[in-house]
C-alpha cells in the first residue's frame, strides 16, 4: 500500500497528494520524495503521546512539514523500513525519574536530570516552559529536539519536585 497525503483543497473538498516514499541513505540521512521532488526530512511526532509510532511529520531543514505519514502500515515495506531507521536514530522519549538542577543561563536553561535511560543534561530556551499533557504527565522538548517526558510528578522526591514546579505554569 503507498502512503498517500489528504490535503484539502481550495474549494474545501479533498484531493489526493503523490504517493510518498522514503529512503534512509548511506550518510545517516533520511530523504523523502513525493511527485518528483525529493528533500532531506527529519521525523517529528504528533500528538497523541499515546501512539508515538503514529501520526509523523516529515520536515526539511526549514523545519516545513514536506510530508505528514498518518501510520506507516501505509508506506511501502522499503519506505517503512527507512521511517522506523530514522525513528531509531531521532531518539525516543527520555522518562524523567529525578530532577538534579536547573540552571537558567543567557537565553538558555540547562537541566540536569535521572531518566530511566540514565543520566541526562540538555538545554531548552528560557521560554519554552514544560508542557501540561492531557493524562497529567509533563513533556519538555530540548534544544535538540529530544523528548522528556515526566508521566507522575508526585512520584518524584521531594527536591525533585521543588525545582521542577518552579518552572511549571
Known amino acids: 500500500m503507498e502512503s498517500t497525503l489528504i490535503k484539502r483543497a481550495d474549494d474545501g473538498g479533498t484531493r489526493q497528494s503523490p504517493a510518498l516514499t522514503l529512503e534512509w541513505r548511506s550518510d545517516g540521512s533520511l530523504w523523502a520524495t513525493r511527485g518528483g521532488e525529493e528533500r532531506p526530512v527529519a521525523v517529528r511526532r504528533c500528538f497523541p503521546w499515546s501512539e508515538p509510532a503514529r501520526h ?28 522506523e531507521m530514522a525513528l531509531a536514530v531521532a531518539g525516543f522519549v527520555f522518562e524523567i525519574t529525578r530532577v538534579l538542577e536547573i540552571d537558567e543561563e543567557v537565553e538558555i536553561r540547562r537541566w540536569r536530570v535521572e531518566t530511566r535511560q540514565g543520566p541526562r543534561t540538555f538545554q531548552t530556551r528560557l521560554d519554552d516552559w514544560p508542557r501540561l499533557l492531557p493524562h497529567g504527565g509533563l513533556l519538555i522538548r530540548d534544544l535538540a529536539g529530544d523528548l522528556y517526558h515526566l508521566a507522575k510528578a508526585e512520584d518524584l522526591d521531594k527536591e525533585s519536585r521543588e525545582l521542577l514546579w518552579a518552572f511549571v505554569d
Open 56 to 83: 509523523l511529520s516529515l520536515r526539511d531543514a526549514e523545519e516545513e512539514e514536506f510530508a505528514f505519514v498518518r501510520d506507516p502500515m501505509e508506506l511501502d515495506a522499503r519506505s517503512r523500513a527507512a521511517l
